[in-house]
């Protein structure tokens, strides 16, 4: 089954909260992430595995 990748408003949707508040999350390595592009506009991509990770971290 392939996985799946969600869009960082897509994630952010999801956690219930803004999406700056889940970039700043993926920056700081505390949610995992791929970066699709260098620079001041990257692109962030998680995956949904990823996803449930952070939660069931959070929720502990």
């Given at each position: 089954?392939?996985?799946?990748?969600?869009?960082?408003?897509?994630?952010?949707?999801?956690?219930?909260?803004?999406?700056?508040t889940?970039?700043?999350?993926l920056?700081?390595?505390e949610?995992?992430?791929?970066?699709?592009?260098?620079?001041p506009?990257?692109?962030?991509?998680?995956?949904?595995?990823?996803?449930?990770?952070?939660?069931?971290?959070?929720?502990?």
């Open positions: 089954m392939p996985t799946r990748l969600l869009t960082v408003r897509q994630a952010a949707e999801r956690l219930g909260e803004h999406p700056d889940t970039r700043a999350r920056r700081s390595g949610l995992r992430g791929v970066r699709l592009s260098n620079g506009r990257a692109r962030w991509r998680v995956t949904e595995k990823a996803l449930e990770a952070f939660v069931s971290r959070c929720t502990r």
